[in-house]
């Protein structure tokens, strides 16, 4: 199956500082998503993005399938965005299959 | 976005009991859902798929006999941890996409359902 591996494992920022996390998988994907899990459990969907290039308020993302590769960027951290982030994929035909990467533990300080 | 709902979100019994939980897509139909486990401080892994109207099809390692699937229509599927035990102890999330062309593949998870066996 696929592969996906993550990138830092941890991370320790200060609030207002910019940071990337990175998701490498190792075939070609019909699906790649990014969450963000909060202290509670629950996943947060942030992107649907397989492919190209999205924005949604501080937090944008890029995917380059010929690259197998995939990027979060996070900019003007806030305590808030503390938790753990994950990147998931699906490939071949297995859409709702998700394989999840090992995680990214974010802690952002005031 | 879509709405996908767990009950319960927590959830203590006594070893050998059994526990069900429900996963409901509470705006949109869903042939297909999916079973995750997640132990603390490790990555989510697929358990197995939910299909509507069949039996759920299992992931290499999980036992069919002690994790029970049910899809019962198209927008509950439950899960029942059989005779429990303190290994079963663990966080469980379903997840769902909304299904048809003019959706994408895009999946979304419930709240999850954090079991504890004693």
């Known amino acids: 199956g696929i592969q996906v591996e993550q990138s830092p494992p941890d991370l320790i920022l200060q609030e207002g500082a910019n940071s990337t996390l990175r998701c490498n998988f190792s075939d070609s994907v019909n699906n790649l998503q990014w969450f963000h899990q909060n202290p509670w459990g629950q996943l947060i969907n942030l992107f649907y993005i397989p492919s190209g290039t999205k924005q949604n308020g501080r937090l944008s993302a890029t995917t380059v399938a010929t690259e197998r590769y995939s990027l979060l960027y996070i900019s003007s951290s806030q305590t808030t965005d503390s938790g753990v982030y994950f990147c998931a994929v699906s490939g071949g035909t297995s859409y709702g299959k998700l394989t999840f990467g090992q995680g990214t533990i974010l802690t952002v300080h005031p | 976005g879509a709405v996908v709902s767990q009950h319960p979100s927590w959830v203590i019994c006594k070893s050998g009991t059994s526990v069900k939980i429900e996963c409901r897509s509470l705006d949109f139909q869903a042939t297909t859902m999916f079973w995750y486990r997640q132990f603390p401080k490790q990555s989510l892994m697929l358990m197995a798929t939910?299909?509507?109207?069949?039996?759920?099809?299992?992931e290499q390692g999980v036992e069919k006999d002690k994790f029970l699937i049910n899809h019962a229509s198209l927008t509950l599927s439950t899960l029942t941890v059989t005779s429990a035990h303190p290994e079963d102890s663990s966080f469980y999330i379903c997840?769902?996409?909304?299904?048809?062309?003019?959706?994408?593949?895009?999946?979304?998870f419930g709240e999850g359902s954090r079991l504890t066996v004693l």
């Open positions: 997840s769902a996409r909304k299904e048809g062309h003019m959706n994408t593949g895009e999946l979304f």
């Open positions: 939910s299909n509507e109207g069949s039996k759920a099809t299992y």
